[in-house]
């Protein structure tokens, strides 16, 4: 799966917002100003190409008990996150796009009422 595929999905989700919140490298997506994915552009220049997904607790362990290529995310709560390396192949496009959907499902469950409301209403 390449950047540009990854990034045509994370903006297909509603309310679905991309920019550089933290250097011009690293690319954020959000979903009302509450973040579903980031990931590091320089690393996709050098065939690394890797993204940083939210996660439930109980999944986040699962899945690196499972999975070589997905490993605590830096930067951000290791009980939360998860990064997925996607250069190595380990993981089906499919799943990348189940993992981004997860990870955008976890933001939005944890809204408040009013800004569910609001995206609702999009």
């Not at 999975?67 to 996607?86: D, M, R």
């Amino acid at each position: 799966m390449h950047i540009d595929e990854i990034r045509d999905y994370c903006l297909s989700k509603k309310a679905a917002t991309e920019s550089f919140p933290f250097d011009e490298n690293t690319l954020v997506f959000k979903v009302m100003n509450k973040m579903f994915l980031m990931t590091p552009l320089e690393k996709w220049d050098q065939d690394e190409g890797s993204v940083t997904v939210k996660c439930n607790p109980e999944y986040t362990l699962e899945l690196r008990e499972q999975y070589e290529s997905i490993y605590p995310g830096p930067y951000v709560s290791n009980k939360h996150w998860n990064t997925l390396a996607i250069y190595k192949n380990e993981l089906s496009p499919k799943f990348v796009c189940e993992l981004i959907d997860h990870s955008y499902d976890m933001v939005v469950k944890g809204m408040t009422k009013k800004m569910k409301a609001e995206l609702e209403a999009l």
